[in-house]
DNA sequence: TAACATAGTTCAGCACCTGAATTATAATAG
DNA sequence: CTATTATAATTCAGGTGCTGAACTATGTTA
């Protein structure tokens, strides 16, 4: 075959980028607001770069919609001209559930349409791996109670969002493999969704805290960044221009078993060298046993465990020094692997753990920035915040929030 | 303050996720065409889920600009009904020249509208940092030496698209700092500029790879993937929702610095534990010494020894095989990490170093897939790239088509 | 030769945004 | 107290960019 008769191969991406993101300028406005709490039009003609033509029929429609309203009882501020008149989101319009779900305590959080908490819930549960149904039931027991708070009915809600461990399949609403359930390749959503009537977003536990950052936290005025957390084990999300990044195979992002040493210790996925068996409370609990000369029959919980490290540390115990600073030490490679591979304007770290000061001291820190290249740049930001057991919970509702507020927008044209 | 007269802190994002790369129908249809080589309209409608009318008005505005043209010159795909017309890209409309600089030689490649290269050219330079002008000088050579093959001249470019080594802000077009380059925070782009009186657009080595196998390689079907190179260091290039990622801050993503081993082996870069102290080929050639019993006092360029080291390994020496082993191991440990970290669909292994098959065996990717955490899905995919060293010219020269691309399609409304 | 199948064109119309002119509402200067 | 000025918001004609339905074009098949 002659070469002008064949097919030329062409060239450039085969595909074009997810337009799926981009958003009507009604949805752009009503975010801004949202995001601003309050703001004049004016203030969205500027940060949105639109006309004031489009700022007057685009609120309009908004308000028409029950979605914004204008503030008129607060006094507006003084200066020449006609005062600008402030606009709010409503907050009653569409009302939430965001759901943390953990080993030994899950938690629930209630929020409306302009991102207030009106109620939390928490509920003690037996650890271990439990059947979907029994699941399903403990969180009709918090939907209840977060409702009750409030004065609320399941009617009042829009949409729930739910975070937990484990692999989950956001799109599929599907849970692979959690250690809270006893069943593996779970249709989490559809059982859900038969037993309460309600939409539910389901994710992983960390790209919740992701989302609680982005939404609610330091992250909110950042584009690019990281948030890890040291818990049972080390977990990592990221945001990309604005946006969780989810991965391309749903898998999470495992910056726990990321390898730190070829051969290294033992982590209970059953390889070596995992960050995680440097820095997870499992991996300090096992040395913690050593460097207080406990029997091996001396059962305790890691809790205790570690406490009691802790204290021995804090009052000079040696050993106990060692554990924690070569845990720092591997935080820090840790931290500069995520520096060198992603170049976050921030990296959040968060966590319970966060009372265990040494792992972030300003050694750690300087230890990072130490292990990074910089070339002169100003290095990478981190911040460490040890918010409440709650913030995975908000970070469930901004899951659902989201979705909730696309629905709400798409409704009115 | 009363509660109800504060401002309230709002939720949300406080940044519009980026929508500049929002493309008009006109150059999603455009790039498609050139994507897919040719295509008729009905294909461009399914592909872009377009009506008909929209195909033929744009597909019009396109042919009339002189961008794209119908093919009648083609024998019809039969089959009941009126038989499609075919559209491509009118290749000679724009031409742009892509230029990797390297250490020993720079080459070139010059390349029409429709990404076909009509020449290439390249020249062997004298190693070491040079001043601006002398790099300059370099370039007008290549330059002056692809438009002679083509028979064209400085008049019919649009624009130049130059990766190097180093430091480089894609976004300013200057150099903080390139091992090519004798000085530091280097305006390269401004001077080239003035020089030769065309656009150009500048970016570092890794990620010109990253655009060839995103424009013309294994990743142009791919949303989300991975470029790792192993050349002088080890380089990484990110794809992520189908554009190259570029990181918050501008610096590269440096792969070969992230760290594989606390206190491990000693790195150019001054630190310990960088996975490219383990495979660049200054690290194997500091080991190559002691494995062929050579003298401290006999010198030979890296790339002889590590050739002559192949050979030995090749032929049965055990000790020049434990080198490559080891590299190998460590190559495994920093892909594992990348696929936790950002589970890409592919990676895509590319370098010179291709011809070491002891870094490329099955051991090495089976070792990487042990490394990971699959939980039942598919392992991420590796692909491996042997391309020659002209795929980094034809990266820049992705560079400059994109750029060009979409000042030509602005220019038709 | 009629019936069909597929490709492509034409055009009214809608959604969405801009830009200019206009109105609204305040502080300030004379 | 009125004119001036500054800022905010509205109104509306008009352009752009797309859709959807009716229509035309051009081949194969029965």
């Known amino acids: 075959m002659l070469d002008d008769l064949a097919q030329p191969s062409g060239c450039g991406p085969l595909l074009p980028p997810d337009s799926a993101h981009v958003k009507s300028m009604r949805q752009q406005i009503f975010e801004h607001v949202r995001a601003a709490g309050r703001a004049t039009r004016t203030d969205v003609i500027r940060a949105l770069g639109i ?24 006094p507006r501020e003084t200066g020449r001209g006609r005062p600008a ?7 009653q319009t569409h009302l939430v559930i965001g759901i943390k779900l953990s080993d030994a305590v899950h938690s629930a959080v209630l929020t409306d349409f302009a991102g207030n908490t009106l109620a939390t819930a928490s509920l003690r549960t037996p650890a271990g791996p439990k059947p979907l149904d029994v699941i399903l039931t403990e969180v009709a027991t918090l939907v209840h109670d977060v409702l009750d708070v409030a004065g609320k009915s399941t009617g009042d809600i829009a949409a729930v969002g739910i975070g937990m461990s484990g692999i989950v399949d956001h799109q599929a609403g599907t849970v692979p493999w ?3 359930l006893a069943q593996r390749n779970c249709d989490f959503s559809t059982a859900f969704q038969t037993r ?7 994710d992983n536990d960390a790209n919740m805290l992701t989302l609680a950052e982005l939404w609610f936290g330091a992250g909110r005025a950042k584009s690019d960044f990281a948030v890890v ?6 977990g990592m999300g990221l945001v990309i221009d604005n946006r969780l990044y989810r991965g391309a195979r749903g898998m999470g992002l495992e910056l726990g078993h990321t390898k730190v040493q ?13 960050l995680e068996a440097y820095l997870a409370d499992y991996a300090l ?8 000369h406990h029997q091996p029959h001396e059962r305790q919980s890691a809790h205790a465990l570690l406490d009691a490290l802790f204290t021995q540390a804090k009052s000079g115990n040696e050993a106990a020094q060692t554990i924690f600073r070569r845990a720092g030490r591997y935080l820090a490679v840790g931290l500069a692997n995520v520096v060198q591979l992603f170049d976050p304007a921030l990296i959040i770290i968060s966590g319970e753990r966060m009372q265990y000061d040494y792992l972030y001291a300003d050694e750690v820190l300087s230890e990072m920035h130490r292990l990074t290249l910089n070339d002169g740049r100003a290095p990478c930001a981190v911040e460490t915040h040890a918010w409440g057991d709650l913030v995975w919970a908000r970070g469930a509702t901004a899951l659902a929030l ?3 507020t696309d629905q709400a927008i798409a409704a009115i044209s």
């Open 285 to 292: 609990a096992r040395e913690a046993a050593t460097a207080l």
């Open 51 to 74: 006309s004031a033509g489009s700022a007057t029929a685009l609120t309009a429609d908004l308000i028409a919609a029950g979605l914004l309203r204008e503030v008129d009882s607060i």
């Open 196 to 202: 309460f009537g309600l939409p539910l977003y389901l």
């Open 402 to 404: 989201s979705a909730v």
């Open 178 to 180: 959690s250690p809270l």
């Open 262 to 274: 070829l051969d290294g210790a033992l982590c209970r996925c059953g390889q070596r060298g995992c």
């Open 229 to 234: 957390t040291i818990e049972h084990g080390v």
């Open 85 to 91: 008149v402030a606009i709010e989101v409503v907050p």
